[in-house]
């Protein structure tokens, strides 16, 4: 049998890859998601991101189209994840004003350090509906769009898609719920739901050529979450990371990229842990 030719060069790894393709997120306008989305721009995509602030939405919107010229992002703020009218209506404005939607990037969330005798019912209900209900929203929102996008790429089921991707969704989640970790019940409880979801869809929608998968970032530097959740310096906390420090927000991008480009053509329900090995070290420290 011949060697098949290898294409890296002209086919996966170049510029322009997510050319007339949309990528659509929430909790577009924090660190992780703003990067994520930045690098599919950069690469060719449109986008729409959308965030609970309005202010904070637009205005990194404006700064991510500047990623590529001529890209068009649109910031939808005011929109809150828990109400299923506004992601559906974010879902339609998008399609409208850029033509589709091929990728989603599920990654708003809530989170704050408290122990079981600090988390009222309702701090716990609140981290669980934007968590879990929140992903859950943003799917059932944009499916049909993933769908639509994911048929344009179906092959005879034999050979991989030829013409570019579409029709993927990414959860972004967290290691947590791995182990048991102290102070992080709500959200240990909300991101194991998250993961539950993302392989319940990339079975149950994988033959419509969807792929969904998870990105379970570690402790990434100079976030939101690593403002609210870290109490030891980065120089402290790194002792307990095998690859001895904080991850940057370029490394969950560059996880992304992998995911929706041609190199992820064959991954579908899993778990990209993006942590520098954190979570093998559990227990140890
Ligand atoms: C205990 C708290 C609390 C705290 C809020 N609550 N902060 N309880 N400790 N520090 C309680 C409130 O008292 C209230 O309960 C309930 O939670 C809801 O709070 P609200 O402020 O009314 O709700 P809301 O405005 O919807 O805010 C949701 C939120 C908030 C989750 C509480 O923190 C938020 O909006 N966060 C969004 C941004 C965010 O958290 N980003 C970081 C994600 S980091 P009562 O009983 O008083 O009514 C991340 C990384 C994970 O996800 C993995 C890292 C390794």
């Not at 309005?54 to 068009?72: C, F, L, P, W, Y």
């Not at 988390?119 to 879990?132: E, F, H, R, T, Y």
């Not at 002792?239 to 929706?260: H, N």
Request: proline share 4%.
């Amino acid at each position: 049998m011949p060697m098949q030719k290898y294409e890296y060069m002209s086919n996966v790894w170049r510029d322009g890859i997510f050319e007339n393709k949309v990528v659509f997120c929430t909790g577009g306008a924090g660190s992780i998601c703003s990067a994520q989305v930045r690098a599919m721009v950069h690469l060719g995509a449109n986008a729409c991101i959308i965030g609970r602030n309005v202010q904070k939405t637009e205005n990194m919107a404006r700064d991510i189209e500047t990623a590529r010229k001529g890209s068009r992002v649109l910031g939808l703020g005011g929109v809150d994840v828990r109400s299923p009218e506004a992601l559906a209506k974010a879902a339609e404005k998008c399609a409208k004003e850029l033509g589709a939607i091929d990728f989603v990037i599920a990654g708003a969330a809530g989170n704050f350090l408290a122990t079981i005798d600090q988390l009222s019912p309702n701090a716990m209900k609140s981290v669980i509906d934007i968590d879990v209900l929140g992903s859950y929203n943003t799917l059932k929102a944009t499916l049909p769009y993933l769908v639509e996008s994911a048929a344009k790429h179906k092959t005879d089921g034999r050979t991989p898609p030829a013409n570019g991707t579409g029709g993927r969704i990414i959860f972004v989640s967290a290691t947590l719920h791995y182990s048991g970790t102290p102070l992080q019940t709500h959200a240990s409880v909300a991101k194991a739901g998250v993961d539950a979801m993302a392989m319940a869809v990339a079975i149950e929608q994988g033959p419509k050529g969807i792929t969904s998968n998870v990105i379970a970032p570690g402790p990434i530097a100079e976030t939101e979450g690593i403002a609210r959740l870290s109490k030891a310096s980065a120089k402290e906390h790194a002792k307990g990371i095998p690859s001895g420090r904080w991850g940057t927000v370029k490394e969950i991008a560059d996880a992304t990229i992998y995911l929706f480009s041609d190199s992820g053509n064959y991954v579908n329900g899993s778990t990209v842990v993006v942590d520098g090995g954190q979570w093998h070290m559990a227990g140890i420290g």
